[in-house]
């Protein structure tokens, strides 16, 4: 079936540090991929996405690349700020366009 | 920016109260979605909605309901409230068609039963 596994968190960094947070899926077909960012007391919200394979998706200095190869969608930042602070999901889309969540991952930035 | 409200914001109430949670959108949007939060962040799926007069029971079981009469409407009832159903509840919505959709999200409902 379709599945979506993220690093667990919490993820902890020093500002100015550089952010990796792995996702990779199973899926039949070619799904879309996703990753929302829910920050403290809201609710979720679209970061980026990717709709086919090598696609980069990119958005507030974060990006994260399709690769079919090694079905992976990894979220990258070069130089993460305190207002990173927040829950990062990676998503998918199955053949029936239900999401399919990960379980989130926790990034907590200290000063 | 998304247009999906949800109210209360908090609530906390008696065990064996009847509760209703409210969710309204403002984009026309056909789904609708009904997500459980637990602690650790992971999110459920407990009730979704193709439009009016749709709707379906999700990935994990749920002692609430929910009806769509109008398209911008999407309310969760719980007929009696136990302190397991205590957990942060976010209503969404998207496009209805097409594996690019995105999924707006209200700010959520943090329920808490005593």
């Known amino acids: 079936g379709n599945s979506v596994t993220q690093m667990e968190g919490p993820v902890t960094l020093s500002e100015e540090a550089f952010l990796t947070i792995n996702c990779t899926y199973t899926a039949t077909g070619y799904p879309s991929l996703f990753w929302y960012v829910q920050y403290p007391g809201e609710g979720l919200q679209l970061l980026l996405k990717a709709t086919k394979a090598d696609d980069k998706g990119s958005n507030k200095g974060f990006e994260a690349t399709y690769r079919k190869e090694t079905t992976s969608f990894h979220l990258e930042k070069g130089s993460v700020q305190v207002s990173d602070s927040a829950v990062y999901f990676c998503a998918l889309t199955a053949r029936n366009y239900q999401l399919i969540w990960g379980a989130g991952t926790k990034l907590i930035i200290k000063p | 920016e998304a247009d999906i409200y949800q109210t209360p914001r908090y609530l906390v109430i008696g065990t064996g109260k009847k509760i209703t949670l409210e969710c309204s959108q403002t984009?026309?949007?056909?789904?609708m979605y009904w997500y459980q939060q637990d602690p650790g962040m992971e999110l459920h799926l407990i009730h979704y909605s193709y439009g009016v007069n749709s709707t379906e029971k999700g990935d994990l079981s749920s002692e609430s309901t929910v009806s769509r009469i109008r398209t911008e409407h999407f309310p969760l009832t719980l007929e009696s409230a136990r302190p397991s159903h205590t957990s942060q509840y976010l209503c969404?919505?998207?496009?209805?068609?097409?594996?690019?959709?995105?999924?707006?999200f209200g700010q959520g409902t943090r329920l808490t039963v005593v």
């Open positions: 984009m026309g949007h056909d789904k």
């Open positions: 969404a919505s998207s496009e209805l068609g097409g594996e690019n959709t995105e999924a707006f």
